[in-house]
């Protein structure tokens, strides 16, 4: 089966906008995990995120992703072994993820997401599904499942259309 012309053009696009998403991830202040999205609409980025703590708070090598020592939280947890295991098997309780960084600009900044196309370089989690679903986004891409499949199942359910591509060269 050949391609087309106006085929090929969609497809080197969409790993364009997926190169794109993985350059925005190296500026994510998370050392966990580096994260990226970008939303297009009608062929442009309108938004871009990554995953990192909310301005003014601390960042995750200042305390532990959120588990250890903030003194921004209202317990500090200490040394405890169990924290430790806590955050690596929970997560980092500090970054907002790219793709709620992503909606969250576009939102302060007046600009629609209705219709819009988001490229991830990992799949959504559940809360980032739910904020894509209200956004309006109708379809995304990802390189990267996230190690909860739920966020893809509510997509699903949503009927907003999600798929994998590669980043280009």
């Known amino acids: 089966m050949s391609v087309t012309r106006s085929q090929a053009r969609y497809i080197r696009k969409q790993r364009v906008f997926m190169g794109v998403a993985h350059q925005i991830a190296q500026l994510g202040t998370c050392d966990r995990a580096k994260v990226g999205a970008v939303i297009v609409r009608d062929g442009r980025c ?3 995120g ?3 703590s909310a301005p003014g708070l601390p960042h995750c090598d200042e305390n532990d992703h959120g588990w250890n020592g903030a003194t921004t939280f209202k ?3 200490g040394e405890d072994p169990l924290v430790i295991l806590r955050s690596e098997a929970e997560g980092c309780r500090n ?3 790219a793709e709620a960084n992503a ?3 576009a939102a302060r900044q007046g600009i629609s997401t209705e219709g819009g196309t988001m490229y991830l370089t990992v799949s959504p ?3 980032c599904s739910r904020l894509i679903i209200a956004a309006g986004i109708e379809r995304g891409y990802f390189t990267t499942e996230y190690r909860d499949l739920e ?3 509510l997509l699903e ?5 999600w798929g994998v591509v590669l980043p280009g060269d």
């Open 50 to 52: 990554y995953n990192g």
């Open 75 to 77: 317990h500090n947890l």
């Open 103 to 105: 909606l969250a600009f």
């Open 46 to 48: 309108i938004s871009w």
């Open 125 to 127: 989690c559940a809360i």
């Open 95 to 97: 970054a907002t993820h």
């Open 151 to 153: 966020g893809i199942d």
């Open 157 to 161: 359910v949503a009927g907003v259309k």
